[in-house]
């Protein structure tokens, strides 16, 4: 059996779904069986942080090929290059992709947002998607799907069978554990951290909830400073990728007069982010909506208490590890901050909890599933694959 997956999203302009599809293979190569291969569609003209090269070997072929997801000339080329290499599956980690690939097809969905939170995205954009997922959903012999929130909402939008949809959870990359005092202490030098913080870690999309999570820490510094004096030392690191079409958070700041206890640090590289999160004294995502929310699963693998909302694919992945809020409300989540602030000996018990929820998901496992789709697929059977429910 030879399956393709189609890494040409493993470059920079696809950070998460690039991450996806390299753990997913490093972790698929050791579970291959003795006819089973793996040929990994790749792009070397693209900007990447990752080596896809390195895995080339005895199971593995690295087929190199220079074409966008976004170009239209995928339609033939790829379908051309899969015959060429008697690809038995074929898996897109992308809805843009080659509809008619040849052999049979697989392809991940993450999350509806330009769906859910329409106002986000332009409406050419929003049918674009509409349309394209549908199209990949229509084509695909089965689909992947990453919590069992995102099931849900793929079921309800587009009205697929059941049987044809499978949730397969991501998991925290190995590098994700509790950092030595000596590394924490160089990211904090680094980025001129304080002894204490309080940490977000994504981007700054509307859907992310950032103005409920600053007004939540002004009501939080306000009140502690009548109540108590603990949270005066603290300041809130709101750390990721910035989209300039959304400056609100960094207004509503200034216009709180937070900026001395707000900082805005932007992107952060991948190796100094496990020492980001393990510095943290508290983890807070709010977000409305997550098709997995993995920064939750890493914060927790450092072993970073975490403050999450109760919506989407959260619940999933945190089950009784984390104290869960509803993201529409200010006052709930001002309250569980002063709770785990105030409490040494809560955080101690969350960040325990924490990582033992996080050791729960593992890439081995998430390849280990994704094998057994392909290998069904693959011999043309129709039925109905475990899933994987909440972990608690």
């Known amino acids: 059996m030879n399956f393709c997956l189609d890494a040409r999203t493993a470059t920079d302009h696809f950070p ?15 579970l291959l069986g003795g006819d089973e291969r793996l040929i990994l569609l790749h792009d070397p003209t693209q900007p990447s942080r990752w080596d896809l090269t390195a895995l080339a070997g005895e199971r593995v072929q690295v087929v190199d090929i220079s074409i966008s997801p976004f170009s239209l000339r995928q339609q033939w080329t790829i379908p051309h290059i899969l015959r060429g290499l008697e690809a038995d599956l074929y898996h897109s980690p992308y809805y843009l992709m080659p509809y008619r690939p040849g052999p049979p097809m697989v392809v991940t969905m993450y999350d509806l947002i330009p769906l859910l939170f329409p106002h986000q995205v332009s409406p050419t954009a929003r049918l674009l998607f509409r349309w394209m997922t549908a199209l990949a959903l229509r084509t695909a012999s089965h689909v992947i799907v990453i919590s069992q929130a995102t099931r849900r909402d793929l079921l309800t939008f587009y009205h697929l069978p059941p049987q044809k949809v499978t949730a397969i959870p991501l998991a925290a990359d190995p590098a994700f554990h509790p950092q030595t005092p000596a590394e924490i202490e160089r990211v904090r030098r680094k980025y001129g951290l304080p002894p204490d913080y309080l940490l977000y ?12 999570l600053i007004e939540a820490f002004s009501r939080l510094t306000h009140y502690a400073l009548r109540i108590t004096h603990y949270v005066s030392r603290f300041t809130l690191i709101i750390a990721g990728a910035w989209d300039p079409r959304y400056p609100e958070p960094q207004q509503q700041a200034q216009a709180l007069g937070l900026e001395e206890i707000i900082r805005f640090l932007g992107p952060v590289p991948e190796a100094d982010l496990p020492a980001l999160y393990a510095g943290a004294t508290l983890f807070v995502f709010p977000s409305l909506y997550e098709g997995f929310g ?16 109760n919506t989407s694919s959260l619940p ?5 590890a984390a104290i869960m809020v509803d993201p529409l409300d200010v006052d709930e989540l001002t309250a569980a901050m002063d709770r785990v602030l105030g409490n040494q000996a809560l955080r101690e018990e969350m960040s325990g909890k924490g990582m033992m929820q996080a050791g729960r998901f593992s890439w081995e496992r998430t390849a280990r599933e994704t094998l057994r789709v392909y290998e069904s697929v693959s011999r043309g059977q129709g039925q109905r694959f475990a899933f994987w429910g909440v972990v608690g």
């Open 294 to 309: 993995l920064p939750v699963l890493e914060a927790m693998a450092c072993g970073v208490p975490v403050i999450c909302s």
């Open 316 to 320: 999933e992945i945190v089950g009784q």
């Open 201 to 212: 870690l994504g981007i700054n999309k509307p859907h992310k909830n950032l103005a409920r």
């Open 16 to 30: 998460g779904i690039g991450r996806y599809v390299v753990n997913l293979a490093q972790a698929m190569v050791p």
